[in-house]
């Protein structure tokens, strides 16, 4: 099956979610000394990160836009988790 570079851009940006949520889960069910390790953080989020940068330049999302929309999670989260202290 042949994917259109819009289709290709979606399957791929979604892999990568998917590929972050896994080592975070495992965090969660080995603890902070999983042998994954930092490293898996960093690779598994900047793979996203680039996928992010690749929906803006294909015109789905502007930066100022996700910007906005960190903001408003920021502020949730401020309200209903310790993440953010002030």
Request: hydrophobic letters at 40%; charged letters at 30%; proline letters at 1%.
């Amino acid at each position: 099956m042949s994917l259109t570079p819009r289709q290709e851009l979606y399957a791929v940006t979604a892999e990568e979610c998917g590929e972050l949520c896994q080592v975070m889960m495992k965090f969660m069910r080995f603890g902070d000394d999983a042998q994954i390790g930092r490293e898996a953080i960093v690779e598994e989020a900047g793979d996203l990160l680039c996928m992010l940068q690749l929906l803006e330049e294909h015109g789905l999302v502007e930066w100022n836009e996700l910007e906005q929309r960190a903001n408003v999670k920021r502020e949730k989260l401020k309200v209903y988790s310790n993440l953010i202290k002030e």
